[in-house]
Nanobody, 123 residues
């Protein structure tokens, strides 16, 4: 079992930046593919990005491409989501997820989930 805990969310003005962290504990001896998702009010959970076990490759959803960057520090069992040039439509609860079995774009295929962290972008 792997436990995931997100942190770093908060309130930021449009155009600002935030960095989210996702700390893993438990069976972290097996490094796993990690993804980020978000869910806005009244919306379905949306794929944000994914990172391979060694830090590459990375893939991003179209709505965040060029603004968000995923990285990881396996020595610290932590994955990061750097979010720049934030927009009001980025407002959502952000989740990290681990170990997809199948499509890494599909939330249903991930085995491990954090509790989420709220990001609110004001205009």
């Amino acid at each position: 079992q792997v436990q995931l805990v997100e942190s770093g969310g908060g309130l930021v003005q449009a155009g600002g930046s935030l960095r989210l962290s996702c700390a893993a504990s438990g069976r972290t001896d097996s490094v796993i593919i990690m993804g980020w998702f978000r869910q806005g009010p009244g919306k379905e959970r949306e794929f944000v990005g994914v990172i391979g076990t060694s830090g590459i490759p990375t893939y991003y959803g179209d709505s965040v491409k060029g603004r968000f960057t995923i990285s990881r520090d396996n020595a610290k069992n932590t994955v990061y989501l750097q979010m720049n040039n934030l927009k009001p439509e980025d407002t959502a609860v952000y989740y990290c997820a681990g170990d997809p079995n199948g499509s890494w774009r599909s939330p249903q295929d991930y085995e491990y989930w954090g509790q989420g962290t709220q990001v609110t972008v004001s205009s």
